[in-house]
């Protein structure tokens, strides 16, 4: 067995099936090691990535060799720049290769990761070496050491890091670590997570490159056209040689210089064979640019029916004039893009720089808040932003907690309250117990949530990809044909008007438009769902949401509020009822059941358990929808509903009268039993939340059917449907039942909708067309969903519904936009309008048309912004 295959290490998900908690496999998708060749599966320890690629392996060794020379196990792509950039920033991004390794025995000063001797990226400082991940953790290292070395000098980490990641908002597929240009769609790739800092790069570059290409565009543009001024004749004045060369000495920066980054994709996208908008802008003013090179050289060597009078045309004026219009379109289009995701960096600006740290001895002192650790007690100022997760460890205050739920009214909090980073303290000054920091706080999983979803992409959106993949080899024929007709009936001259014909369609056709109208309208929805504390986490499900039929609610936690107190509590006759409400106290410590948590401070309220010896116990079962069981001195206790007492065969029929009762009032029976008989007999109830009543109204006005489905039993879920007025109820239902549920209303045709909060909520979650989990739940049943409402407020389901119509709307108003802008104009470009206006379209007159529809699709999305939920 070779090396690799020793350290190998098999887990419980490796070579197999992942069996989740529920029990129902799942089918794990397999990876292939391109170091040894073995099928693995997806781990994020052993993981490395190579021009945008991620690549799986058996061990820590092949993950090693790979890091090395990667060339040698897959082949290399071809990353193009963002035009002309500085050579210190591009020899960084080429030579930086990761040198992560996970059992490494250093640790990069830097960022952190753990790396070995072997790292190419290494310094000595003060006889120290140093060992690096990649180079530009090494440059940021050597031009400020101390700053690296000494934590309290440290500078606050900025959103965009070394080693972030770049993705495609047109083709999510395409990743690379660093910047860089999609090599499907040609446009500049984005930083996959959301950051604060906005890169401007290529729209400085871009906004650079057009205010250069004015300096050469008006003159040449007054210069040649300047004949059709009345009285003017600037080619007379100069002389005809001196005035062609003039326009080719003009023309020639903006087009080979300027243009330059154009004409690169252009290439870059013949080469890959993905043509593109840039494929087209390439052919076209390249096209006219080199005829009239050619024209200017070499005028004998035209065909006569290039010619007229027998002079061939210039068309450098052309050329040039598009590319200026093509880089204020990429200049308008990059500024529009940027304000999409304003919602994002809105909640990045929530989160304060620093933080008041109390000491042990009570003295305070500012600090970074990257520097909070867990379990730091942490002063909040009135109108302070709250730093980090925790709750209040002292003081009473009034928190505005808009930024999590979108509503304005602050909320109380005193000793034990919840606190969320970026929230503000309004009133009195609170101290706080650091409990959440950095990416795990609750605002840093919703930056995380929308900006993963606004690169998803919806199922419309496949009509586009569909059209896009013969879009752009169609416009070319139609070009070639239009040029053919041209030369074969048109006018004198007959080929140069059919090369203009040619070059117009080839611009005007231009596909960004069409590329851009579902991601533009998918990224500004989901921040605005945000702002209303609606996380939507992928773009189908945005989608699917508006198509709702059928609604079905789980009740602990959804429909009411998820914190049931205990109304009564029977006793047996004979039992030691405070050793009983010691083991009762014990056993249901261990359960994370919202009801298990009521009798818990049930019994710490009522009763004084200090001198009460904690019993000992032993084989603890939870059994998901049941109840939990534990053995206490050899004797075997029983805590759950009615259904787990009567599988073990316990007769409790005396009660039966008294739990019907307190069923049929709303309250849910929980029963403690030993092998014999009921101990103890809990009445639980859970109070319905106030939001809940408008919820039911506006959805039962949308014509969604509305369904109960809850694991607790019929009387009582029929109380609880009463006062709702839900009509259709489904009890006594386990996680199982749940799914299965689902599956077979799915059956039925029907688009369902899953609301819930508790694990036994995630199968159906998961397997609901749109699973919406409340965020007051549990983080498996929120992992399961697609959906999180943040507060768990049951109003946030007809928002989100309404977000759907309005960013499907926007979609479908965006691809007509499109397709209508294309249908019209290339027949027009290609001269179809000549025979009866005269009208032929000028190549000028198509580039800034092309421009100007990426910006109106771009627009038009951003109206979401201020769309009303």
Known sequence: MNKENTEHQHHANCCGNNIPATGMPIEEKKYQDPVCGMQVSKSTEKTARFQGIAYYFCSASCVQKFNAAPENYVKAKRVIGLGKMPATTTSSIAADHMQQDPRGAHKDPVCGMSVNKHSQHQTTHDG???????????????????????????PAPKAVTKDTIFMCPMDPEIEQVGPGIC???????????????????????????????????????MISMGDMLPGISIHNFLGMPLFNWLQCALATPVVLWLGLPFFERALASFKSGHLNMFSLIGVGTGSAYVFSVFALLLPDGLPPAFKMHGMAPLYFEASAVIISLVLLGQVLELRARSQTNLALKALLGLTPTTAILINKDGTEKEIAVADIVLGDILRI????????DGHVHEGHSYVDEAMLTGEPVAVEKKKYDALHAGSINQQGSLSMLAEKIGKDTLLAHI??????????????????DRVAAWFVPAVIAVALIAFGIWAWIGPTPALANGLMAAVSVLIIACPCALGLATPMSITAGMGRGATEGVLIKDAEALELLEKIDTLVLDKTGTLTEGKPSVQECVVTTGEDELKLMSVALTI????????????????????????????????????????????????????????????????????????????????????????????????VSDKIKASSFSAIKQLQEQGIRLILLTGDNLATAQAIAQQLQISEV???????????????????????????????????????????AMGTGTDIAMHSAHVVLVKGDLRGIAKAR?????????????????????????????????????????????????????VSVISNALRLRAAKL
């Open 381 to 388: 100022k009135p109108g302070a932003h709250i730093p980090v």
């Open 447 to 464: 930056i995380a949530m929308v900006n993963q979803a606004s690169r998803s992409r919806a199922p419309i959106q496949k009509l586009a």
């Open 183 to 221: 090599p499907i769609c040609g446009m500049a790739l984005e930083p996959k997570e959301a950051t604060a800092e906005e890169d401007n790069s290529e729209l400085d570059d871009m906004r650079r490159r057009f205010k250069l290409s004015l300096l050469f565009s008006i003159p040449l543009l």
């Open 588 to 683: 249901e410590q261990r359960s994370e059941h919202p009801l298990a948590a009521a009798i818990v401070n049930y019994i710490r309220d009522r009763y004084d358990l200090e001198q009460q010896a904690s019993p000992a116990i032993s084989d603890f079962k939870a059994t998901i929808g049941k109840g939990v069981q534990a053995t206490v001195a050899g004797e075997t206790i029983l805590i759950g509903n009615p259904a787990l007492i009567a599988e073990t065969g316990i007769d409790f029929s005396n009660l039966q009268d008294q739990i019907t009762s307190l069923q049929a009032s709303g309250q849910t029976v929980i029963l403690m039993a030993n092998n014999l008989r009921v101990l103890a007999l809990f009445g």
């Open 730 to 772: 489904h009890a006594d239902v386990l996680p199982a039942d749940k799914f299965q549920f689902v599956q077979k209303l799915q059956q039925q045709g029907r688009l369902v909708a899953m609301a819930g909060d508790g694990i036994n909520d995630a199968p159906a979650l998961a397997q609901a067309n749109v699973g919406i």
């Open 128 to 154: 120290t070496r140093y060992y690096f991940c990649c180079a530009s953790c090494l440059n940021k290292f050597e031009n400020n050491p101390g700053s690296w070395l000494d934590p309290s000098q440290r």
């Open 802 to 854: 309404a977000l759907s119509v309005a960013t499907m709307k926007n979609i479908r108003q965006n691809l007509f936009f499109a397709f209508a802008y294309n249908f019209i104009g290339v027949p027009v470009a290609a001269g179809i309008l000549y025979p009866w206006f005269g009208i032929l379209l000028s190549p000028m007159i198509a580039s800034a048309a092309m421009s100007l529809s990426s």
